[in-house]
């Protein structure tokens, strides 16, 4: 793969403070059709979110995400990359750290997030992974909460 991280990434940032709860979160989540919120507190990155994350951490162990901040789940002090390093080193970290996405910053502050799919419809935009990144998501079937 050839490139740099910048011709590959998602640009701009979705970010939620710490004090977030994580109902507010997962909603930007469905709402923007992406996987995981930056924790930041101003330009400074604190931590990440995934819905993974959610799902695991908070509702799997029956807690409720409308109590629960984004402060006390992200992963703090994330792996992240460059714009301007190789796309292959950010490919290789992910893989090194069995991370899904690296937040993208320069200068100190969040310009980005690289995704494993990112990657593959930059190297291979023919494959599956390429193929279900590029996907609309699957459409809301009417769930209401109680």
């Known amino acids: ?69 984004a402060g006390m789940v992200c992963t703090p002090d994330p792996l992240c990359v460059g714009p301007d390093e190789e796309a292959e080193h950010a490919a290789a970290l992910m893989r090194r750290h069995a991370v899904r996405r690296l937040p993208v910053v320069s200068g100190g502050v969040p310009v980005g997030v690289v995704s494993m799919g990112d990657l593959a419809r930059h190297r291979d935009p023919d494959s599956a992974l390429a193929d279900v990144s590029r996907a609309e998501p699957s459409p809301r079937q009417g769930f209401v909460a109680p």
């Open 1 to 69: 793969m050839t490139g740099m991280v910048r011709d590959v990434m998602t640009q701009g940032v979705t970010a939620v403070p710490p004090d977030t709860p994580l109902s507010q979160a997962a909603q930007r989540m469905r709402d923007e059709n992406i996987g995981d919120v930056l924790v930041c507190e101003g330009d400074r990155l604190l931590g990440v979110i995934t819905d993974r994350d959610i799902a695991l951490r908070v509702v799997a162990d029956g807690a409720d995400p409308r109590v629960i901040d």
